[in-house]
């Protein structure tokens, strides 16, 4: 089953206001990994969080990580009409199945309404 | 750089009817996957490889084949289409499986009549 489980399931706000999207996942993790999907295009890495990692910024996104309640969130700052997507978070955890190797597991996916 | 290349962009099948969907990478990554993407679902891993010559099941495997017989390239096999791999798929590629950033391609939209 799917890894991560992100809330809410779709967010509308507007322009200059923050977004906060959360992701809860189920076993343990080497790191985990926001993207973000424009309507019909492939996914694009935002920011990469490892295990022993609380908290990580890049320009206005903020994630933090929390592996005791096993939950991540990503805060994007003053909104703009252009951060309109869906944002998924990624875990990349180890499988012990066969030759043994990592997987990155994608939950379904915060949509994101920016109004101007 | 191209990166990860998804063909073709767009197909319409018969049911039972079988084809190949290619992936290309050009940034010399171990790891390659395919996933496909439903409304409401996400993104669901169908196959992956961690190198060149190896195979693994994801989480939806049953009615698709994969090969990667070359570093660079992942094929993913319908033997015989159904309606319900109607989808959008996915490919992408990474450095590791550990703790690098994935690259996607751009998709292919399969509608399977």
């Known amino acids: 089953s799917q890894q991560g489980e992100e809330d809410p399931q779709a967010l509308s706000i507007q322009e200059g206001e923050n977004a906060t999207m959360n992701c809860s996942y189920k076993t343990s993790i080497n790191n985990l990994q926001w993207y973000r999907q424009n309507s019909g295009r492939g996914l694009v890495h935002l920011i990469l969080?490892?295990?022993?990692?609380r908290e990580k910024h890049s320009g206005r996104l903020r994630v933090t990580l929390d592996t005791s309640k096993k939950s991540s969130s990503l805060l994007i700052t003053a909104s703009r009409a252009a951060d309109t997507a869906s944002y998924f978070c990624a875990t990349v955890g180890y499988s012990y199945s066969g030759a043994g190797s990592y997987q990155l597991t994608f939950g379904k996916g915060t949509k994101l309404s920016v109004i101007p | 750089n191209a990166g990860v290349t998804q063909t073709p962009k767009f197909r319409v099948l018969k049911t039972g009817q079988s084809m190949t969907l290619l992936c290309a990478q050009d940034m010399n990554h171990e790891y390659m996957y395919w996933y496909r993407q439903d409304p409401g679902m996400g993104l669901r891993l169908i196959h992956y490889?961690?190198?060149?010559?190896?195979?693994a099941k994801g989480e939806v495997p049953d009615g698709y084949n994969v090969s990667r017989l070359k570093k660079q390239n992942f094929l993913l096999g319908l033997e015989s289409a159904a309606p319900s791999q109607t989808s959008v798929y996915f490919c992408a590629s990474s450095e590791q499986g550990g703790g690098t950033e994935a690259f996607f391609g751009q998709g292919t939209r399969l509608t399977v009549v």
């Open positions: 490889s961690v190198g060149e010559g190896t195979t």
């Open positions: 969080i490892r295990s022993n990692e």
